[in-house]
């Protein structure tokens, strides 16, 4: 848990603010961000870089909603982006479009157009195809298209096959053995202009050591370049450092940076750095109310009012999420021996805390010990990263709230949704 989301007392607080209150006022289930949180993992990121020439860009997937790329954006942040609605949202919440890096290996021609429009610093290019497509799309505008390579390094990232990225095998990037080539073609072509390269090799990432060995192999593709005559302006080595969800140790922001700033050691490229989860993973929950307590042979089920459209991750990759009561029970020393009018002390159980979608997968956690009654109030912790960002309308449920709590202040950023938002688009047959 992140030192801004806290127990005082007996209540679970986002800054200064008691959740309890939050769920009285924007109701549930609701994502609560902490702009104090979110300020500090960039503020880390930014300090450890001191010194060396550096671009963050913020990767947009993580959590696109406009209150969270906004506080970024205030904070001198660029964005990596993956699709032309996610520049659409960066330029929305006050996004720097020369700070944008454009990732992702099926960018459209229309894609394309719109971000040479809007002017954004980097096109991450990542395959032969699309080379030759974003010259023709550029020549057709008459413009030049700065552009890196993700290169994919062939390293493994230790950590869920579903979010390793950087093998052989996987859809992103162009071979290691295939760069220098391309990169030559790419010299060749007229509307193309050579700025960096990059590479992104996972997500969740808890060692420092894949990360080194992933640098070291684009340094030496780097040093291959020069000897061709094509200098680099940056090098953009991803994102996708781990937070913790449990037990996890990963790497702190500020020893991560260092390590890679030593294997840049004595270069005088720009560094980029694309994070998206260890900026906002531990700056957000999901606010949840029990609705029923159902007891079962060999099983007891907690019911929430979230569910796996809220948040996905338990059900897509088993991932864990710390789950915390929002009012805890009163340790038995602290709490007046028994007898206050009759008040029941609520038994701790073992649950298995599930949503109301109609599927066995729909689970937010598995064998959790809570003390909980129907119309008690759960966190669900690290939840601002791939949280409200993978959500969807699956059984016609309108989307979360989101609120951001900046001090003792909190701010709706995002309206629930309602359900004749769901079908406006949709039509009757004649
Ligand atoms: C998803 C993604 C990131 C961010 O990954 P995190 O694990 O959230 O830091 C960065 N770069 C690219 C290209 C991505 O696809």
Do not use: W
């Not at 963050?56 to 993580?62: D, E, G, L, R, T």
């Not at 659409?88 to 021609?109: E, I, M, N, P, T």
């Not at 008040?343 to 599927?359: A, F, H, K, T």
């Not at 900046?406 to 949704?417: F, I, K, N, T």
């Amino acid at each position: 848990m992140s030192d801004y989301f806290h127990y005082r007392g007996n209540q679970l607080y986002a800054e200064q603010v008691s959740l309890t209150d939050i769920a009285a006022r924007f109701g549930t289930p609701c994502y609560v961000y902490s702009r104090a949180a979110l300020t500090e993992s960039f503020r880390q990121f930014t300090q450890a870089l001191q010194g060396h020439e550096h671009l963050i860009c913020y990767a947009v997937k993580a959590n696109s909603s406009l209150a969270v790329l906004n506080v970024f954006a205030r904070l001198g942040a660029g964005f990596d982006i993956v699709s032309g609605g996610e520049l659409q949202r960066v330029l929305a919440a006050g996004g720097d479009a020369r700070k944008v890096v454009f990732s992702g290996v099926g960018k459209s021609a229309a894609e394309m157009h719109l971000a040479l429009d809007a002017g954004i610093l980097c096109f991450n290019v990542e395959s032969a195809a699309e080379l030759e497509c974003l010259n023709d799309v550029a020549g057709n505008m008459s413009k030049v298209a700065p552009l890196s390579l993700r290169v994919n390094p062939d390293v493994d990232a230790k950590t869920h096959p579903y979010i390793s990225t950087g093998l052989k095998q996987s859809k992103f990037g162009v071979a290691y053995g295939e760069a220098v080539a391309l990169y030559r073609r790419a010299r060749d072509l007229p509307h193309l202009r050579i700025v960096g390269v990059d590479c992104h090799i996972g997500s969740q990432l808890t060692e420092v050591g894949p990360f080194i060995a992933a640098a070291e192999k684009i340094l030496a593709l780097v040093d291959t370049l020069a000897s061709e005559g094509i200098r680099l302006e940056h090098i953009d080595l991803g994102g996708g450092l781990g937070i913790r969800y449990r037990e996890e140790t990963p790497p702190a922001i500020a020893d991560y940076v260092a390590a890679l700033l030593r294997a840049l050691r004595g270069r005088g490229e720009k560094l980029i750095l694309e994070p998206g989860r260890a900026l906002v993973g531990n700056a957000g929950v999901l606010l949840t109310l029990v609705e029923y307590l159902k007891y079962g042979e060999e099983k007891n089920f907690a019911i929430i009012d979230a569910a796996m459209n809220d948040l996905m991750r338990p059900t897509l990759y088993d991932a864990y999420h710390e789950i915390l009561p929002v009012r805890r029970e009163p340790s038995p020393q602290s709490s007046p021996a028994s007898g206050r009018g009759g008040e029941r002390e609520m038994q701790s159980l073992i649950y298995e805390i599930v949503g109301p979608v109609c599927e066995t997968g729909d689970f937010l956690g598995h064998a959790r010990n809570l003390a909980i009654a129907p119309q008690s109030l759960l966190a669900v912790l690290s939840a601002g990263a791939y949280g409200m960002s993978m959500s969807s309308n699956y059984n016609t449920r309108p989307r979360a709230a989101e609120v951001m709590v900046d001090g003792d202040a909190v701010y709706p950023v995002r309206e629930r949704e309602t359900v004749a938002q769901l079908y406006a688009g949709e039509k009757l047959l004649p």
